[in-house]
């Protein structure tokens, strides 16, 4: 499971451009408006083409220079990047991961400028930004005579949490030149 933080779209419209591209190859079939024609794009692709049959073709959103790129991170990620930011987390009462992480309500949205604000106090060092990384983990969930699943947990990288708060203020900065909330989800 995932978060994304991205620029609102306005009034409900949804005027991004999507590329359809097909497995076999690697120019795209079809510039689309809309995500909803795209996938229906996609799956008629798919009625005629065996390689992307099953799944269709794939969907992938196109920018324009300047525009706001939505940043995508994994919920543990998104915890720690969301407290660095200030955002109060209920993490009392939040549902618990099977990794024994705790699952709070991801859900907002700010106006452009008080998220930038944020975001340069986060990366202005004023704030203990802990960005070593951490351990690759595997281990088993659930009874140790090899019937539990086996999780993976990949760690994460040095300069991670320092990079993608890079990324959320380049999508505030595109926000705001736009009169856009970053909203995340």
Do not use: K
Request: charged share 25%; net charge negative; proline share 5%.
């Amino acid at each position: 499971m995932s978060v994304t933080f991205a620029a609102e779209l306005p009034d409900g419209t949804d005027n991004r451009t999507f590329l359809i591209v097909c497995d076999s190859t690697t120019a795209p079939l079809a510039h689309i408006v809309g995500y909803a024609e795209a996938e229906v794009e996609a799956q008629a692709h798919g009625l005629l083409c065996n390689r992307c049959a099953d799944y269709g073709a794939e969907i992938r959103e196109e920018f324009a220079e300047g525009d706001p790129v939505p940043v995508n991170v994994a919920n543990a990620n998104a915890v720690e990047l969301l407290q660095l930011l200030g955002f109060d987390l209920d993490l009392q009462d939040a549902a618990v991961s099977p990794l024994g992480d705790p699952l709070p309500e991801m859900v907002g949205a700010i106006a452009a400028r008080l998220f930038l604000d944020r975001v340069d106090v986060a990366l202005s060092g004023a704030l203990d930004v802990n960005d070593c990384g951490t351990t690759p983990l595997t281990y088993r969930l659930g009874d140790t005579d090899r019937t539990g699943a086996i999780v993976h947990d990949f760690g994460r990288r040095p300069g991670y949490l320092t990079d993608r708060l890079r990324q959320l203020r380049d999508l505030a900065l595109a926000c705001e030149a736009r009169g856009l909330r970053v909203v995340w989800d």
